[in-house]
């Protein structure tokens, strides 16, 4: 019996541990945002890049219910930072229409106001790690570095959480 559990524990161990360590290799805290430029819903065209001597919260998300809440807190994110060196933005990183995504928006328990952008060649979901790991929740530092990162919704991706790592940098924190 012994043996028998021993053997189970070698193989389900690593099994359970595979998407952990998957998703550390993905989310790159200490480096480098990779760039992108996206159309926002609205029509405007959005960079990366341009947003640089300010605290970027981005937000990678599909169109499901976890990303609806934590799409959510961005928006407290967003109202509490207002007037800051802080830009919010979402991404529908799935590949999603246009008349989708605004469904998806239509249906949120807020009405968001931060830039929310298309991503029809799921382009920040290669350079950002998603598509399993959604939604994903980076706080990017005045120099284009991630200093924080967190996978679904959650007390650990919380709008106050958030807002509180975004408060670091602010006050010349990593």
């Known amino acids: 019996m012994r043996k028998l559990l021993l ?5 389900t161990v690593p099994l359970l541990c595979a998407p952990l ?31 640089k001597g300010k605290v970027v919260v981005l937000g990678l998300f599909h169109i499901c219910d976890p990303c609806m809440m934590q799409g959510s807190a961005l928006q407290k994110v967003y109202e509490s930072t207002q007037g800051k060196q802080v830009a919010v933005l ?25 830039p929310y952008l298309l991503d029809p060649a799921k ?4 350079l950002y790690g998603g598509g399993k790991f959604i939604p994903n929740v980076y706080v990017i530092d005045q120099h284009g570095v991630i200093r924080w990162q ?25």
């Open 123 to 126: 382009m920040t979901d290669k």
């Open 150 to 174: 967190r996978v679904g919704n959650m007390d650990l991706a919380g709008a106050d959480v958030i807002v509180a790592e975004v408060e670091k940098l602010l006050a010349g924190g990593n």
């Open 90 to 114: 979402g991404v529908n990183s799935s590949g999603n229409a246009k008349r989708e995504v605004g469904e998806f928006l239509s249906g949120f328990p807020v009405k968001v106001t931060y």
């Open 21 to 51: 360590m998957f998703a550390a290799g993905l989310f790159q805290v200490g480096e480098k945002a990779p760039s992108f430029t996206l159309t926002a819903i609205t029509g405007e065209t959005l960079s990366l890049g341009s947003y």
């Open 7 to 11: 053997a189970f524990g070698v193989l």
